[in-house]
């Protein structure tokens, strides 16, 4: 089975700060690799996704993520966030050949001026 | 892209009602949708997995009866909490993986927040 661990519930930052949001996973077999954005009353949207190949995979708005084997993490990074990017963030995971995603329990990012 | 879409946005309900929640593939089929539940200020957690044409998988601990599940067709599940109760309030999200295959990739309907008096 597999699992996903955000270390970090909330993460304050200020505008046009850096930013790191961590996620470390757990599985027995190889995994593919998922980071969600979910803005306040609304459903998921996805930021970027890790399959295969480059382990640096860049997504939408300005974030990245970087898949470490050896480590089994999967931490999302911003070199600068801007008040829009308040909202919560779930790291996921599944197997290849399944379609069921784990979901971690979320990181809130909280951007202020 | 794929766009899932849930209907209705929000519901308020009266303690032993029964609501039903859709949630459509717009522009592409699916064969399998999943439904997720949602605490406030938590994860998502794997209700019940809905199969075109046959009946749905439920995680355990899912009560069968209570959370009715119904995939007629290839665009459409429906999500009905039967006999609802206050604790059953909560914020509802279902999703698709698209038929092109191999993205792994999930699409995700806006929600459905219900809250039941």
């Known amino acids: 089975a597999q699992s996903v661990t955000q270390l970090d519930s909330q993460v304050p930052v200020f505008e046009e700060a850096p930013v790191e949001l961590r996620c470390n996973y757990s599985s027995s077999v190889s995994v593919y690799l998922f980071w969600y954005v979910q803005y306040p009353n609304q459903g998921l949207q996805l930021l970027l996704k890790y399959l295969s190949g480059s382990t640096l995979v860049k997504g939408i708005n300005g974030f990245e993520a970087e898949f470490n084997k050896s480590q089994t993490s999967f931490h999302l990074r911003k070199p600068s966030v801007h008040i829009s990017d308040t909202a919560e963030y779930f790291c996921?995971?599944?197997?290849?050949?399944?379609?069921?995603?784990?979901f971690g329990t979320g990181t809130r990012l909280l951007v202020s001026p | 892209g794929a766009v899932v879409s849930q209907h209705p946005s929000r519901v308020i309900c009266k303690s032993g009602t029964s609501v039903k929640i859709e949630c459509r593939s717009l522009d592409f089929q699916a064969t399998t949708m999943f439904w997720y539940r949602q605490f406030p200020k938590q994860s998502l957690m794997l209700m019940a997995t809905s199969n075109e044409g046959s009946k749905a998988t439920y995680e355990q601990g899912v009560e069968k009866d209570k959370f009715l599940i119904n995939h007629a067709s290839l665009t459409l599940s429906t999500l009905t909490v039967t006999s609802a109760h206050p604790e059953d309030s909560s914020f509802y999200i279902c999703?698709?993986?698209?038929?092109?295959?191999?993205?792994?990739?999930?699409?995700f309907g806006e929600g459905s927040r219900l809250t039941v008096l």
């Open positions: 996921a995971v599944r197997t290849a050949g399944f379609q069921k995603l784990v």
């Open positions: 999703s698709a993986p698209t038929t092109s295959g191999g993205t792994g990739e999930l699409f």
